[in-house]
DNA sequence: GACTTTATTGAGCAATCATTCAAGAAAGAG
DNA sequence: CTCTTTCTTGAATGATTGCTCAATAAAGTC
C-alpha cells in the first residue's frame, strides 16, 4: 500500500488542541489550523472530514487523556483521600500556566457552544459526568476504607467537589496573584480531606 | 434640533444582550444583531460604532445592572450574614433558568475572549474585580456586626465565596436536574453562613 | 410652507469564512 | 523501471463576515 500519510494524526490532534484551547471554536479558522498543523486545506479535510469533526477528535482526545491521567490519581489507591488530596494539589500551580488553558476545556466548550454547536457542548457535558462519576466512585472508596463517614452521601460530595474545581479553575483565570490561587486550592483540598471528614 | 432616533437605546442594548450572552461575541453576527435589535447596518453603525463597541456597552450595562442588584441585596443590611443567605438562595433556581444564561455573561467574555480580545476579556475580569470587592465588604461588615469571628480573613472568604459561585454557575449549565443544582445552592449558602462562624 | 439637521436605509464593499477538487507528488508492489 | 494507490497541494468556490456611504426620510425651527 502506497504513500502513507506524512503527518502523524496524534501529534495534528495535539497541535489542533492547543489552538482550539486558547481561541475557542468560532474564533479558529481553517487558516490558523492550516499554520498550527503545518497542513493544507484538503490534507486537514481528507483527515478529518471537517473544522467540526476535527474539533469533535480534539475534544475526545483531551477528555480521554483527562480521564486517563485522573483514574491514575485516584483510583486503586491504597488511600483514596489521599489520592484525592494529591490531585488537589497538583492544580496549585494554576496561576501559573498558560492563560487560557487554566479553564477546563470541556468547561469552555460547554460554554461556547451551548447555542451554536449544541452537539459538540452536549459531548462535553458527557465528559463532564464522566469525571463526575469518577469523584463518585473515590468517595465510595474512602468510605469503604472508613476515611469518610458511613452516611456520606458520595454523589453528592462529587458534586460538590466538581463545583470547587469548576470555579477554582475559572477563578485561575482572572489577573490575580499565582498566591492567591495556590491558597484558595488549598483550602478546598482540606475541606474535600478533612481530617474531621474520617469516621 | 431634528428628528430623534426612532430606537431607544437600552431596549436595544438589552437585546443585543440576549444574543451575545446566548451566542456569544464570536457567534454572534451582525445579521444576528440586525435581527434582534430591528435595524440595519448603518443605524447601528451610526449608534454604536462597531461590534465591538457594542458588545463593550452590552458588557457595562450587565456589570453595572449586577452590581446594583448585588449591592440592593448585600449592603446596608441589618444582618450582612442574612443578606448574603438571601442573595445565595436566590441562585437556587438557576437550574430552571434559560439555559445559556445560566453562567455569568462576565465568566463568559473572560473564558472566550482572554486570547482574541484581550481587552474585553480585562473589562470583564475587572468588573468581577469589583464583585469581590463587594464580597469582601460584606465579610467585613459581618464582622463589625459579630456576625463572624473576628480572626476571619474578610479577603479570602470573598475570593472562596466567588469561586463558589462560579463554580455553582458552570454546574447549572450541565444538563442535570434542577433539584441537584438547588441542594448545591443550599449547601454553599450554608457553608458561608453557618452559625458557627458566628463569634 | 421652506429649511436645517439628524436618523434610517440597504445596496454594495473588500476581506475572510469553510470547503472542494483537479492536478501533481510520493511511495510501496510488481 | 512501471503501475497503482494514496496523499498533498493550492487555486478557486460561493457564502458570509464586519462595515461604509450616498440617498432618502423624518422631525423640529422659523
Redesign the pocket.
Known amino acids: ?7 502523524i494524526r496524534t501529534e495534528a490532534i495535539a497541535s489542533a488542541l492547543q489552538v482550539f484551547w486558547q481561541r475557542g471554536y ?1 474564533a ?7 499554520t498550527a498543523l ?10 478529518f ?5 476535527l474539533f469533535d477528535e480534539v475534544l475526545s482526545h483531551y477528555a480521554e487523556r483527562s480521564l486517563t491521567s485522573l483514574r491514575e490519581k485516584l483510583l486503586n489507591r491504597p488511600s483514596a483521600m489521599q489520592g484525592l488530596r494529591e490531585y488537589l494539589y497538583s492544580l496549585a500551580n494554576l496561576g501559573e500556566r498558560e492563560p487560557a488553558e487554566r479553564a477546563c476545556m470541556l468547561v469552555k466548550t460547554l460554554l461556547e457552544l451551548a447555542t451554536t454547536e449544541p452537539q459538540l457542548s452536549a459531548r462535553a457535558d458527557a465528559y463532564l459526568a464522566s469525571m463526575e462519576n469518577l469523584f463518585c466512585e473515590v468517595f465510595m472508596a474512602a468510605m469503604q476504607q472508613n476515611e469518610l463517614e458511613k452516611g456520606a452521601d458520595p454523589r453528592f460530595l462529587a458534586q460538590q467537589l466538581q463545583v470547587a474545581i469548576f470555579g477554582l479553575r475559572i477563578f485561575s483565570q482572572r489577573q490575580t496573584s499565582p498566591l492567591r490561587v495556590r491558597l484558595l486550592t488549598e483550602q478546598i483540598a482540606n475541606q474535600f480531606t478533612r481530617v474531621d471528614k474520617i469516621a
Open positions: 500500500m502506497p504513500r502513507p500519510a506524512k503527518f468560532h479558529t479558522s481553517l487558516k490558523d489550523l492550516e503545518s497542513m493544507r486545506p484538503g490534507s486537514i479535510y481528507a483527515a472530514g471537517s473544522k467540526e469533526g
